[in-house]
Each structure stands twice: as C-alpha cells, then as structure tokens.
C-alpha cells in the first residue's frame, strides 16, 4: 500500500522525492525566462481539460502533469527579471526543512501533537522577541502579515475595551490612527472586528508617505476632543509601495503621551533586525507593544512563515479559548492554540529555525542589505536616463518610476503604465509591478533578490524603456479608447519584446 506514507510505503516515498527534485532541479538550472508568456485563455484551457473525476494517472503521471501544467506556467521569483511584488527567493535549507514539515505533517496547536515542534517555536519567538527589544516578549507564528496584523488589532481592541459594561457603544467610538501608505489589511481588520464605519483616521504624511509624528500628536488630540477612542497607532516600518519606514521613536513619544497602543507593522523591514549595517532603521521598535514581522519576505524564507511578537506576554490572553478535548483550563503542557486565531497550524517556525542553524542570522541580514543596496543602484541608473522619471525615494528596495520621455503628456504617460506591465508579463520576459502614487500611475520594482546585479536591473529597465517606447511610437494610444485596440497593442509588442 503505498497511498500514503508510512513504514511500508518509505522506499516508494524516497524514490517518488528523488525523482521529482531530480525534476525541479532541471527546472531551476534550465529556466531562462521569469514566465512562460502563456495567456490567461491558455492556461484556462489547459486547467479546463483536466477532469478531476477522470481515472487516476498514477503518482508518476499526476507527477508529470504537476510538472507541465504548473511548474511549465510557474512565475519564477529566483529569476533576476522578476521584480514585481514582495516575493523573495527561498534559503536552501528552509527548502529542505519544508520537505521535513510535509512528511512528519506535524500541527503545533497543542504540545501533544508537536511535542519539541512547541518547544523550538517558542525559542525561534523569544529570539525574535529580543532582536525586536522585548527582552520578556512572547508571540506566535502566523499565515502572514495580514493574519498577524488583525490578530494585533484584536488585541489592542480587547486592551482598549477592558473593564467596559457597554461593549457595543465602545465599540463605536473606538478609532485605529495610521496612514493611507499602511498595508490593506489595517483597513479589512478594521471591518473584520466590527470598527465603525469611519474608524480608520489617516493621519497626515510626508513627502515620502512616513507618518509625522507631529500630525499624530494632533489627531491623537482631534479624537479625543470628539469623544472617540484612540484603539491603537499602527506604524509602518517598510511601506508596500514606497518602501519607507514611519519614525518609530517619535511616533512612540506620542503613543506614549496619549497612553495608546502601539502596533509596528514590519512585514516588509523585519529583515533589518539582523542588518549589519541599517538596524537602526528600526530605533523605537522595542517601545512597541506589538509586532509583525514576515519571514517569508525578507528572511527569504517559503511562504508561509509569519509571525505576531508582542511585548508582554498578557496581552496575548484575549485570544485564549478552551475546548475539554484539546487544550483543557488545567491542562501544564504549553498548548499554543492558546496564542493563536488558528487551530490547526504548520510548523512554520522550522524553516526558519534550519535557515539561521544553516547560514547563521547576520548572513540573511547580509542578504537583505544586499537588496537594499542593489536598489540604491536602481535608482540611479533611472535618474540617469532620460526616458524614466523617478517618483520618490525608498529606504528598503522598491523603485517607483515612469516612462516619460521629454514631450510625452502626463495623461499619455499614464496610459502606458498598466500597458507596460501587460506586455512584459506576456512576453515571459520580465514582471514588475504598477500602483498609484499621489494620484498617478507608475511602475515598480521590488528587489528581493541577493542574486540580482546592476546588469539584470539595467536589463529589465530597458524592457520597460523598449516596450513603452514600442506602445507609443507612431500612434494615437492617448487617444484610444476601445479595449480590442489595448488588446491587440499589447499583444503585437509583447510578442516583439518575447523575440
């Protein structure tokens, strides 16, 4: 019986792993472009041919389909022309120990079905918890920076509550302060816990969409001279687009002063807490009293592997729910599903663990400088040419720009930016990112790459530059309205630049 993995089906397993490595190795060797260029009407023809109630292939064909009908189509986030969104490539080892988690399958909700699974985690959290500043801080392991922001924002929600007999009117009242550059997902918690309507209050920002401290104060103050409730501040250190880090110190004087919780949302910045050289980045992070960081971005570990670090270890309590048959009142043993909104969880924390065990922690931080200064890099190669125009600056490693060459209008270059990305996407070429900064359309580069050179962003830059010049070359593109004609724009271009 070699359906499922056991004792007598441990040589089948082994031959089945080897094989599919062996596989994904030639993958990884032989792969030269960052996707296929498949449209979406082909890859939907080839998922619609597939009959899920058909007969079984057998391992070795299920296999070989796997092979050409996902990894064939797959976005490769190793390859240097990828520079799209916050996907990094993955540490070796972390690879080998997700080989591990999908065999043993371990769930580290309660100890007895992880046993030293508990145990490692915890360790892997109070290490982070002292890299952050919390020298008595506890936390848990998440699916990823919007689980662990909400789970942050119930948090402060309970602590803003506590003591109330009218919960419901409370509730009313309560406010989240942050910026309109703070990730989506302070807005759906918001929702999600049951905020007003209007209780997300932007709070002013700067040039570079950092959060003034000085417009905090005065919210901080506006809100309580209208009888709502300050819940809590949520800070960015590392914003998606930007790639900006709000002033941590200053934001928490404030928090301080107003007697407000303070949530740091590091998703992004979490890899300058082993930096060599830009840790300080992060000065007044420890003055939080909540933290999410993302492995699985600048740790470059797979996804998921996030993380909810609070620092002191109470806080955590309103999350805590008893059942008799899993995680009795009475229970010693350290049941984590007393910390978490989840109860079945991976062990995520052992990619992370086997990374730092393998490479040590101030290599990943090397690594993670190494984007940043690649990204420095990038910057000055768009400065220095006349077609790009630089929009902002970053301190992690995102480039905003857009291709705007002398005489071409505002509103023309804008029509060209989401053309752009389609066409790069298309080709297989490259894939980089377009947002909207103060009101326009741009491009965007993500550089979580170590592996990337100077040469390879020089190289997807003169993508961009050979597409948008091909786009608007000779036409009336400004003027165009009707979707077939993007359509058949696109796909003229995207087939020269595939060439």
């Not at 359906?3 to 397993?13: C, G, M, N, Q």
């Not at 009888?227 to 934001?251: E, N, S, W």
């Not at 990038?378 to 077609?387: K, N, Q, S």
């Not at 786009?471 to 165009?480: F, I, K, P, Q, S």
Request: charged share 25%.
């Amino acid at each position: 019986m070699h359906e499922l993995l056991s004792s007598r089906s441990s040589e089948h397993y082994a031959d089945v792993l080897h094989r599919t490595v062996d596989v994904l190795a030639a993958r990884f060797r032989d792969t030269d472009r960052v996707f296929s260029g498949a449209s979406r009407e082909q890859l939907q023809a080839l998922v619609d041919d597939v009959d899920l109630d058909g007969r079984p292939l057998g391992t070795d064909d299920a296999l070989r389909e796997v092979d050409e009908l996902f990894v064939e189509h797959a976005v490769w986030f190793h390859h240097p022309d990828y520079a799209a969104h916050l996907n990094c490539p993955v540490a070796v080892p972390a690879v080998a120990a997700e080989a591990v988690l999908a065999a043993v399958n371990p769930s580290v909700d309660t100890y007895d079905q992880s046993t030293v699974g508990t145990l490692m985690e915890r360790a892997l959290v109070a290490w982070t918890a002292r890299r952050i500043g919390f020298p008595h801080g506890d936390g848990i392991f998440t699916s990823g920076g919007t689980q662990s922001n909400l789970q942050a924002l119930l948090l402060a929600r309970e602590a803003a509550l506590a003591g109330t007999t009218d919960r419901d009117g409370a509730m009313r009242r309560l406010v989240v302060l942050t910026t309109a550059s703070s990730h989506f997902s302070v807005q759906k918690s918001a929702l999600l816990l049951g905020l007003a309507a209007d209780a997300v209050v932007p709070v002013p920002t700067d040039a570079l969409g950092r959060m003034r401290a000085d417009a905090l104060a005065g919210a901080l103050g506006a809100v309580a001279a209208v009888g709502r409730v300050p819940m809590v501040v949520v800070a960015t250190a590392g914003t998606t687009d930007r790639g900006c880090l709000d002033p941590l110190a200053a934001i928490a004087d404030a928090c301080d002063a107003a007697g407000v919780w303070l949530h740091v949302d590091a998703a992004y910045g979490c890899g300058l807490l082993v930096s060599p050289t830009r840790r300080h980045l992060l000065d007044g992070i420890e003055r939080a009293r909540s933290v999410t960081v993302d492995f699985h971005k600048s740790f470059f570990q797979p996804v998921s592997s996030s993380a909810l670090v609070v620092r002191e270890p109470q806080d955590l309590q309103p999350v805590a729910w008893h059942a008799d048959y899993l995680n009795p009142e009475d229970s010693d043993e350290p049941n984590q599903v007393d910390k978490s909104l989840q109860t079945t969880r991976r062990f995520d924390a052992l990619k992370l663990w086997t990374t730092l065990r393998a490479l040590g922690a101030d290599r990943v931080g090397e690594l993670f400088d190494d984007v940043l200064d690649l990204a420095a890099r990038a910057e000055e190669l768009v400065r220095d040419d006349d077609d790009l125009v630089l929009v902002g600056g970053t301190q992690l490693s995102t480039v905003l720009f857009r291709y705007q060459p002398v005489g071409l209008s505002d509103e023309h270059a804008d029509r060209v930016v989401p053309l752009v990305r389609r066409v790069l996407l298309e080709s297989g070429r490259a894939v980089v990112a377009k947002t909207v900064v103060d009101g326009r359309p741009c491009l965007k580069l993500t550089l979580l790459n170590p592996g990337s050179t100077v040469d390879d962003v020089a190289r997807v830059l003169g993508l961009v530059r050979d597409a948008a010049a091909a786009l608007v070359e000779g036409d009336d593109l400004a003027d165009r309205g009707a979707e077939a004609d993007e359509v058949a724009a696109v796909a003229a271009v995207a087939g020269a630049v595939a060439r």
